[in-house]
């Protein structure tokens, strides 16, 4: 037998509908406020002190990181506070990146 399956795949259904692309940032964004989770839980960060060394406020933080909110996808709403996230959190050496304010 060729094929184990018949017909196109999930992918191909979501681009059929034009769902593929807010599917993709939905996921995407899941996986980064899981990742940036984690990584707070292990440098014993609360989302008050993120808020805080983002320079923004803690709602703000709330809706980075809940998955289930898919409304926050806009580049000044996500990409330039992950950013700044990013240099907030300890690098894999231990050591933190600072700048000065």
Sequence with gaps: MG???????????LRDER???DAETVAAKRVIAFQIAQ???RCHLTKSELARRMRTSRPAVER???P???S???WAHVVVPLARLAAELP?????ATRRSP
């Design 19 to 21: 769902l593929l692309d």
């Design 64 to 66: 980075l990181l809940d």
């Design 39 to 41: 990584e707070m839980e």
């Design 91 to 95: 690098r894999a050496s231990g050591t």
């Design 3 to 13: 094929k184990k399956h018949i017909g196109s795949d999930f992918d191909d259904f």
């Design 72 to 74: 926050v996808t806009l």
């Design 68 to 70: 289930a909110n898919p």
